[in-house]
């Protein structure tokens, strides 16, 4: 498209800018689509007063279990307590491990803690920006229950090796589905290929319900789990312990009616309304985000340093694509850094792009210092654990994630027009830093 010849003077040296916004650029953007089809539903629970209901919910779980392909769905409060559940279903408790990308939202992981675990991070791949295979297994130690996969930005891990090298070791695979919703990995849907998954669903998600997540499972054992760590309404009487396995059954039906640790996971009804009625749109609208994004990176293929994040296997995409970004390489832009070239794309216009996606974690004092169960000492290391704390300069591309990601945008129709003019934003941006006249 741009080409050297035709790029103009940028807009942060004082040339126009290649993107005008108006009104129709926030309708390009909103999300999530609300219609009255929400509004009634949700609606209808507010009138009914059973926000505390379990009814609704019980359906979105059916539907969601359907979606997926899962034998079983369980709705929380909110992603983050799916996770946890996920973990301490899986086994993980104090003393234990989980192995975890560095670069993720810390709720993928930060809840080992509370258990008395600890995260072990690994690195990212910087093509696929999830975790990366090769640095998972020199990881594995005798208390390593579990790898926290995320699929990150809505692309898949690459989940055979994955599998494979968990299979080996004998330990769980929990998936964070958080970022790809009805993401494809060689036509498996994400969240059903491990042990277990955790889904958020909170308002900014491309699955958005409000404030709500979901756990999926294929295994009675850790649905159970779950339910007795955080469902008390789900437990005792006429229960669905009554059909459970006798394993789980001996183990955690006597603590029926008040949920292991405390834990009160339900899901706000007027969540799961809402849920319900997204997910019916949800892949026929998240079918044109995915046609609008790929026209974007289409219509950059062959601009020097920029390159899509989008999976290169067969029948595997990116869901919703939430959090949209694509791949720096600053060599073919001579040498020009990627804060840099990100501020003179939003220069032009383009306010999403952003050098970096979300910081590494592995140096945050969370994971180091911080002593949760005042025992004197980081919980980290409290519960005899290896000490497996990394300081920086330990997972090099994860620290260098400002420098080899940015933002693009996160397109929800696939209108031509606009779409390439923010690409023509940052082609111009691109051509203008090869040809030397950003240094
Ligand atoms: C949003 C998010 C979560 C947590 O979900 P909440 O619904 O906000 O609690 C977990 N992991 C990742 C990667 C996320 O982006």
Redesign the pocket.
Known sequence: MTTPETSSQLAIHGGARAVETDDRDRELFHWPIVTEEDEQAVLAVLRAGTMSGTDITRQFEREFAQWTGSRFALGYC???SS?LAAMWACGVGAGDEIICPSV??W??CAQALSLGATVNFADIDPQTLCIDPGDIEHRIGPRTKAIMV?HYCGHPADMDEILAIAGRHKIKVIE?V??AQGARYKGRMCGTMGDVAGV???AG?SLAAGEA?MLLTEHREIYERAIALGHYELTGGPSRYATSSAQTHGELARFSGVPIGGHKHRMNQTCAAMGRVQLRYYESRTAEIRRAISRFWNLLAGVPGLRAHRPGWADSHCGGWYYPHGLYCEDELGGLCCERFCEAVRAEGVAMCEAGANVALHTHPVFHEADLFHQGQPTAIAFGQRDVRQSLGSLPISERIERITFGVPWFKHDWLDRIERYAAAYAKVAWAAANGEMS
């Open positions: 909110n992603g983050t996770l993720t939202y709720a993928s995320v964070d958080s970022h958020s669903l909170m998600k997540g």
